[in-house]
């Protein structure tokens, strides 16, 4: 099924897949970047959210004082979620309906972020070297996504672990490409238990990374 299909499912239904919350992860993300240099929020700064889906992340960011491009590949998710955002007077955010290969931003970003952005085609090296050429000198990179690292049944994200992040893999392609690592580590989740009882299995991972492109 593709995600245009389950958005379109999950709208006809009034439901959501992620909900209107940010995940733990990004919010770790964004504290990171904000105590690095706080100077980037509430500035009027533009960032992109690749692969928005809901948007629940392009708020986070509108709410953070950005100009926010959520770009998305579901038409469907794209044409509900401005039109919900535009209801809730999110006027800072602008849709866009795009597979990230075939985007281009107008003007050189400020801030990236993706966030459990599991995609096929190329692995992580081909889009970090995309995300790369949209953003400006000094501009930020942030990551929260399943890491590669987990084992077990509370494992979460794609079941291909060529589709799963790897911290250390992503740290060293940035800083080949000069960029300084301000984060670079796996979290765990905290998973609820059906039952409430104790959870001997591993816990889910997010892989975290935060990395600024070089100034010149
Ligand atoms: C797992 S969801 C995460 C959504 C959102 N980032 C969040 O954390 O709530 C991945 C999203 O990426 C979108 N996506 C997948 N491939 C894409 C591509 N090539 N370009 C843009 N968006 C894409 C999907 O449609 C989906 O909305």
Redesign the pocket.
């Known amino acids: 099924m593709?995600?245009?299909d389950?958005?379109k499912s999950l709208i006809a239904a009034g439901q959501m897949?992620?909900?209107p919350h940010?995940?733990e992860s990004?919010l770790n993300a964004v504290k990171t970047l904000s105590e690095y240099d706080p100077a980037v929020l509430n500035a009027g700064l533009h960032a992109v959210?690749?692969?928005?889906?809901?948007?629940?992340?392009s708020k986070l960011l509108a709410d953070l004082g950005f100009k926010v491009t959520a770009?998305?590949?579901?038409q469907a998710?794209a044409e509900h979620y401005s039109e919900v955002h535009r209801q809730e007077g999110y006027d800072q955010i602008e849709w866009v309906n795009?597979?990230?290969?075939e985007?281009t931003p107008d003007e050189p970003l400020d801030v990236l972020?993706?966030?459990?952005?599991?995609?096929?085609?190329g692995g992580i090296k081909v889009a970090l070297s995309r995300f790369d050429s949209w953003l400006r000198p000094g501009g930020y990179i942030l990551m929260?996504g399943h890491s590669r690292a987990q084992s077990g049944p509370n494992a979460r994200?794609p079941r291909r672990s060529d589709m799963l992040w790897d911290y250390q893999e992503i740290s060293s392609t940035l800083q080949e490409m000069g960029y300084e690592v301000i984060k670079a580590e796996d979290v765990p989740r905290d998973l609820p238990t059906a039952s409430g009882a104790a959870n001997h299995f591993p816990p889910a991972l997010d892989t975290i990374v935060v990395a600024r492109k070089p100034v010149a």
């Open positions: 593709s995600w245009d389950v958005f897949r992620f909900g940010p995940s990004v959210d690749v692969g928005a889906g809901e948007g629940r992340h770009l998305e590949l579901s998710a795009s597979p990230y290969q985007w972020l993706a966030a459990f952005f599991h995609h096929t085609d929260a994200g």
